[in-house]
């Protein structure tokens, strides 16, 4: 397993600056997840790591080594891609072993190295068979093995749960985080999967349009995010955001109603402000006695959750996560609220986030609020 550290790393395509001054350093064993938008670079970064991509600007060190220059082979990297292209007319071992054979091991080392890992990938059953006989998963796996038995210190994965369902891809994503935690190696994982990120980092490094927003962890980034892209980025429904209207004291006016937010919020800043609220942290209960009021659009339900679409105003609708089935039915009139601790601010010009929450509070079985119905 190997460091990586990428100081003020730049990449131009021709006049297009794709990666802009990125500051990483991925610690050596680590899970790092790029999770990010279509286009913002998380390919790009991986490809650079890799030496499949030239790097315009700033210095990759690997294990301490200035690697720029190095040769794919020298970085010990190995791929695992979305698409798996396994060479249709061999068996799974023998596209196992392809690139041993390649580069010339010695049978005896190779027959040890395929049988490691289709144990560790549980292929044993599937050594004989041709791709064409193979599930997506299975497929993958086989990919996935490729890559282990070359002994990489560093693995790369760009999005290689892309092609398969859903099911299978939290079963896949449940076998890599086992994978790292056996193999313990270095591993660069690529998605624009939220959920994945979340539930498979160690750390995990937001990057939008060739920048980093924000690294740290999966909760560190939902609970403290630097600004509304990474707190609206993480989470599934969204962070609903809410820009402020007008403001008395520390009493903001938004759609729907109005809010009290902390004095201590408020002192910092007179410009213009955005609140954050996530859905469970929203009850929902009398219309009379809750700051916020709206008419439920929609309610979607999940079997063990709710999430319940309220409209404050014709432009902002918000959504509720409630536990359990029982929920409002759409057209009804419905007070919202929120403990004020769970809210998060935002400077509505730059987006930065000047209030977060602290993560404990404000779960949605939690709630202040009386007279609910
Ligand atoms: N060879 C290239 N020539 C020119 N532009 C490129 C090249 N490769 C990538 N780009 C551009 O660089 C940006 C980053 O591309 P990249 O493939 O890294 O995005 P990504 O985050 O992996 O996106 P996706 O989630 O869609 O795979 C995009 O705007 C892309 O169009
Ligand atoms: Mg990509």
């Given at each position: 397993m190997s460091k990586v550290e990428l100081r003020n790393i730049d990449k131009y395509f021709g006049k297009f600056h794709a990666i802009q001054g990125v500051d990483l350093t991925i610690n050596k064993g680590e899970l790092i997840v790029f999770v990010g938008p279509s286009g913002c670079g998380k390919s790009t970064m991986l490809r650079l790591i890799s030496g499949l991509e030239d790097i315009s600007g700033g210095e990759l060190l690997i294990d301490e080594q200035i690697a720029n220059n190095w040769m794919p082979v020298q970085r010990k990297v190995a791929m695992v891609f979305q698409s798996y292209a396994l060479y249709p007319n061999m068996t799974v071992s023998q596209n196992i072993a392809f690139g041993l054979q390649q580069a010339k091991l010695p049978k005896a080392e190779i027959a040890t190295r395929v049988a490691e890992a289709s144990a560790t990938l549980k292929l044993d059953e599937l050594?004989?068979?041709?791709?064409?006989?193979?599930s997506g998963g299975q497929s993958q796996r086989v990919a996935i093995g490729r890559a282990i038995v070359r002994d990489p210190s560093i693995f790369l994965f760009d999005e290689p749960l892309s092609n398969l369902d859903a099911e299978l891809r939290v079963h896949m994503r449940v076998e890599l985080v086992a994978l790292h935690q056996r193999i313990k190696k270095t591993m660069i994982y690529v998605t624009h999967d939220q959920v994945e990120a979340m539930t498979m980092a160690e750390r995990i490094v937001v990057l939008n349009a060739g920048r980093i927003e924000q690294v740290g962890t999966p909760l560190e980034l939902y609970n403290a995010p630097k600004n509304e892209f990474v707190a609206v980025f993480l989470g599934s429904p969204k962070m609903n955001i809410l820009t402020e209207i007008s403001r008395n004291g520390n009493e903001i006016t938004l759609p729907g109603g109005r809010i009290s937010v902390s004095d201590e919020a408020m002192a910092t800043h007179s410009v213009k402000i955005k609140v954050g609220l996530r859905p469970e942290h929203i009850v929902l209960g009398n219309p009379e006695t809750m700051p916020l009021r709206g008419r439920v659009r929609l309610v979607e339900q999940l079997g063990s959750e709710s999430f319940i679409y309220v409209e404050l105003s014709p432009e902002q609708t918000i959504v509720v996560r409630k536990s359990g089935q029982d929920a409002p039915n759409p057209g009804e009139i419905v007070g919202a609220g929120h403990l004020p601790e769970c809210s998060y601010i935002f400077d509505a010009a730059t987006g930065i986030c000047m209030k977060s929450n602290d993560g404990n509070r404000g779960g949605y079985e939690k709630t202040h609020w009386k007279n609910q119905p």
């Open positions: 050594l004989g068979r041709r791709p064409s006989q193979l």
